[in-house]
């Protein structure tokens, strides 16, 4: 059974930019959150799709964004990049039952 | 607001020593309490979920308990193996969306 597939694995942009990331959930998985991992803040929710739905987001600028198509698969973006963006972008997948969220490896994006 | 504090930060065990990791929290109604193992550069891996104070649950080395306020990793006879970083998460939820609110980490090292 394929994992949560999420790509690129490893971003490098100039500050200004914007850049998308995209995840694919395991297949039946219809709820996908992201989140962003820094040395700093640790792990931090930025939101939840559910049936292309945005149903939760969390504590950050309108910068960051994010859609779920009909096939579950979502991409989150990152307007007029900033150096405090760099971090590990993390997708999980989960089905709705109690086993937790199933991580993909991440996006290590760095802003230059 | 959900809380969560991991102690300690970091812990170096000889092979085969036995010790804890602690979670503490503070919920307005727990909604699962998560534990995860991450390795250096990927995602999180899922390994428990605790719903209710007096709940346990193994796997291999490692037991997770649960109280109202905090729950314990405990790991036995550990091996150079285990060594990650062992990350502890309530679930927050609203309509149905559940966030995930991660502590901090306890980098956990076994010397051989």
């Known amino acids: 059974k394929a994992g949560v597939t999420q790509t690129p694995r490893y971003l490098i942009k100039t500050r200004g930019q914007q850049v998308t990331l995209s995840c694919s959930p395991i297949?039946?998985?219809?709820?996908v959150s992201w989140y962003q991992q820094t040395p700093g803040q640790g792990l931090q929710f930025l939101f939840e799709?559910?049936?292309?739905?945005?149903?939760n987001k969390g504590n950050f600028p309108g910068r960051f964004s994010g859609r779920q198509f009909s096939n579950s698969r979502s991409e989150m973006n990152v307007s007029t990049l900033e150096l405090g963006d760099s971090a590990l972008y993390l997708c999980?997948?989960?089905?709705?039952?109690?086993?937790?969220?199933?991580f993909g490896s991440g996006t290590r994006l760095t802003v230059v | 607001e959900d809380q969560v504090t991991q102690s300690p930060e970091a812990l170096r065990l000889q092979e085969g020593e036995s010790s804890s990791l602690n979670c503490s929290y503070t919920?307005?109604?727990?909604?699962?309490l998560f534990w995860y193992r991450q390795d250096p550069g990927k995602g999180p891996e899922f390994l428990f979920t605790?719903?209710?104070a007096g709940e346990e649950k193994e796997k291999e080395r490692l037991k997770a308990t649960l109280t109202k306020k905090e729950s314990f990793l405990h790991i036995t006879a550990p091996k150079p193996e285990d060594s990650a970083t062992y990350l502890c998460?309530?679930?927050?939820?609203?309509?149905?969306?559940?966030?995930?609110?991660f502590g901090q980490g306890t980098r956990l090292t076994i010397n051989p």
């Open positions: 999980a997948s989960n089905s709705g039952g109690p086993l937790g969220y199933t």
């Open positions: 297949s039946g998985h219809r709820s």
């Open positions: 799709y559910f049936s292309e739905t945005q149903r």
């Open positions: 919920v307005s109604g727990l909604r699962g």
């Open positions: 605790l719903y209710s």
């Open positions: 998460a309530v679930g927050d939820s609203i309509q149905g969306a559940q966030k995930l609110v």
